[in-house]
């Protein structure tokens, strides 16, 4: 029994048939949504053939061993940073053998935000191979942690069907 909302299982169900018809593959870096993108497109019969990994990297270690974000992004910029978002796609995408890939990082609360980072901020970037790459600063407010996540990933699935554009 799937736990996703209709609109997010039909983006994800479009990204695989289309994904896979094109036989391109994706990887996801995922921060605040802890594995809820990759879940998200894993839910569709046909996955595999477009899913080739996801990365967890819920803390500044992991987003450094996992996918080569720098220690010095992190410390000029912090986690929830556009810096660290594009460092992270860029990760996934080189450390996969994926075509395509979508990070994210923010503050999903309900606590752990401030004024110049506040609950409800979200950095996404999306990359291909081919060169095109995405970012959104995303506000979403805060509209409750689940609601952050959740919208997280509406516009993560989002993006790499805009990153997949040719």
Do not use: W
């Not at 660290?84 to 752990?112: C, E, K």
């Amino acid at each position: 029994m799937t736990h996703f909302p209709d609109d997010i299982l039909d983006l994800a169900r479009r990204i695989v048939t289309d994904f896979a018809q094109r036989g391109l593959r994706v990887a996801t870096a995922e921060s605040c949504t802890g594995g809820l993108i990759a879940g998200a497109l894993t839910e569709i019969s046909g996955s595999s053939a477009v899913v080739d990994r996801g990365f967890v990297t819920y803390s500044n270690m992991a987003k450094m061993e996992m996918l080569g974000v720098h220690d010095r992004t992190l410390a000029d910029f912090g986690a929830v940073s556009k810096e660290t978002a594009l460092q992270m796609a860029d990760g996934a995408l080189y450390r996969s053998n994926a075509d395509l890939s979508v990070a994210v990082t923010g503050v999903a609360g309900p606590g752990g935000g401030s004024a110049a980072k506040p609950v409800g901020l979200v950095h996404l970037a999306a990359k291909s191979l081919s060169g095109r790459l995405v970012h959104r600063e995303m506000r979403y407010g805060d509209i409750g942690r689940e609601g952050v996540r959740l919208a997280t990933v509406r516009t993560a699935l989002d993006m790499l069907i805009e990153v997949a554009q040719t």
